[in-house]
């Protein structure tokens, strides 16, 4: 059964944004509210890389490859985290995959394109 769904990838010209959605359906939102939630990414022959991670308390982690141009957010109400990305630039091209931390949940991920 699919527990993680990641949905709003896309092809964006460098500049420009896009926001990624995970959705946990079938998770409790107590369980939801308490696990540590974190996007990752995967280009064609490079080591998955963490992106943003946001805790149970809203702390936020970012490389500093995306700091100040990705930001994460959640909604335990809506059961969501959502990743907004800005000023893209080709290099952000990759699958991007959604992780729960507790259970531990992997999405399908959602391809990002970026174009020069």
């Known amino acids: 059964q699919v527990q993680l769904v990641e949905s709003g990838g896309g092809l964006v010209q460098a500049g420009g944004s896009l926001r990624l959605s995970c959705k946990a359906p079938?998770?409790?939102?107590?369980?939801?509210?308490?696990?540590?939630v974190e996007w990752y990414r995967q280009a064609p022959g490079k080591q998955r890389e963490m992106v943003a991670a946001?805790?149970?308390?809203?702390?936020?982690n970012y490389p500093d490859s995306v700091k100040g141009r990705f930001t994460i957010s959640r909604n335990n109400g809506k059961r969501t985290v959502d990743l907004q990305m800005n000023s893209l630039k080709p290099e952000d091209t990759a699958v991007y995959s959604c992780?729960?931390?507790?259970?531990?949940?992997w999405g399908q991920g959602t391809q990002v394109t970026v174009s020069s």
């Open positions: 992780h729960t931390r507790m259970p531990n949940y």
């Open positions: 946001i805790t149970s308390n809203r702390v936020t």
């Open positions: 079938r998770m409790i939102l107590s369980t939801f509210s308490g696990t540590d």
